[in-house]
């Protein structure tokens, strides 16, 4: 069946250190999300990558789906104190409606 | 503003006392989802509902029943909650089908505890 590993679990960062997690699956995915949720707070859709291969920006962050379509990750460059929270990876297939997140990376930073 | 809507934001029950937890969407999409989130872990698929078809995961325990009576409104019934049941439960919603996002909308969730 699908495995889906997200790492780190848990980043302390210095406020304008990069971040970066990584989720990587054992099957082709179709597609993949990404969500944050903020201490407290509920999960909140961030981007959906599709192509192989593909990289897209908001502002700090950079989101990449990897040439086989099996791993991704997103980078934020020189992060800030509101980045603080826990980004998960949603790995999607087209053979199965079934939705696992991944474990989650939870991010901290010092100010 | 479009939105989904969980009541309540907390809850709190008995052991072995029955509970009904609601979510409502002004979105109008097709799939609504019930999660179970405890600390410090990822949300966990309870089911879901694409539109009147109901699809619940393997591991969901029969203590969790849901019902959806229309495109608006779903419910999360805990038949007899036991103390494991304690956790944050969030309801989201999803438009599937040809040209659409299937990017999740959550509610606030409802924070459940069980005395």
């Known amino acids: 069946g699908q495995q889906v590993m997200q790492i780190p679990q848990y980043q302390h960062v210095q406020e304008g250190e990069d971040f970066t997690t990584y989720c990587n699956s054992s099957t082709t995915l179709s597609n993949i999300q990404w969500y944050k949720q903020r201490p407290g707070g509920h999960p909140v859709f961030l981007i959906q990558?599709?192509?192989?291969?593909e990289v897209k920006k908001q502002k700090r962050l950079t989101f990449q789906f990897g040439e086989a379509k099996k791993n991704s990750s997103l980078h934020i460059t020189a992060t800030q104190t509101t980045d603080v929270g826990t980004y998960f990876c949603?790995?999607?297939?087209?053979?199965?409606?079934?939705?696992?997140f991944g474990s989650g990376t939870r991010l901290l930073v010092r100010p | 503003d479009a939105m989904v809507i969980q009541n309540p934001r907390y809850q709190v029950t008995q052991f072995g006392k029955p509970v009904t937890l609601s979510c409502s969407q002004t979105?109008?999409?097709?799939?609504m989802y019930w999660y179970q989130q405890k600390s410090s872990q990822a949300p966990k698929l309870l089911f879901h509902y694409y539109d009147k078809d109901f699809n619940n995961e393997a591991d969901t325990p029969d203590n969790f029943q849901s019902r959806r009576p229309n495109t608006s409104f779903c419910f999360l019934d805990i038949r007899s909650p036991g103390l494991g049941d304690a956790a944050m439960y969030l309801c989201?919603?999803?438009?599937w089908g040809t040209g659409r996002s299937y990017e999740q909308y959550f509610g606030p969730g409802t924070r459940l505890t069980v005395t």
């Open positions: 979105l109008n999409h097709n799939v």
């Open positions: 949603l790995p999607l297939m087209d053979s199965s409606y079934k939705l696992i």
């Open positions: 989201a919603t999803s438009s």
């Open positions: 990558l599709v192509k192989s291969g």
